[in-house]
């Protein structure tokens, strides 16, 4: 078998959830690496990690000293990914809204694609137990990021994706990004850079305990980055979707 994919999963406050993704990941059969990311939560999420670890090396954890925002995080956790050697790199959340049995199918992608988003709109709406508010904010926010950017992806803001390791290594170090916007700027740049991007589509729950803070500082930050990427210096080429459609310009 060839080796899988490295999971990274960046956690806050996720404890209970762990508990659960961690056994549902380690079953795929995939020969995946669980790479996890504690922001030192105070609930032990870090500490339920390094009991998964201790039983069983396909998991990892990488502690970091306090909370700095989802781009740190990610980018720490990336990079480390990297390091171990995989040829493919998964990342998703941690509060069971992304589906682990869909990790193969996003990795089986890869064959055609550079970056394969699990994409919650792609094949009409596919999100669980949303109040339409949040829902109209998530469909409106990747309408902006598109008109301003000009990717033609339909879901920008989605945090699950595989990556081809030589394409997120390409990507991760021009990240500048402190929040949700990382999401949005890792696309932009590897689109830039000629990766043939496939969105694949999946279905989005909403978390089942926890919830999910989205600070002022984010939201502003989202709405400039996009800005700043249409407006500075770009890689040479934009890239293409690999399969479902043109997204080159």
Known sequence: MAPGPVIVVPTYQEAGNLRALLPALLALEIDPLILVVDDASPDGTGRVAEEFG???????VLHRPRKEGLGPAYREGLAHALELGRPSVVHMDADLSHDPADVPRLVAALAEADLVVG????????????????????????GYVRRVTGLGVRDCTSGFRAWRAETLGGVLTRSRASG???????LFLAWRQGARVREEPIVFTERRSGRSNLSRSAVVESLWVPWRLRLGRAAPRPGQLAGRADYSR
Do not use: C, Q
């Open 180 to 186: 949700y916007a990382f999401l949005v700027e890792t």
């Open 54 to 60: 201790a039983t069983d090396p396909r998991v990892r």
């Open 119 to 142: 994409s919650r709109y792609v094949d009409g709406v596919r999100v669980i137990n949303w109040p339409l508010s949040r829902l109209l904010l998530s469909v409106t926010a990747n």
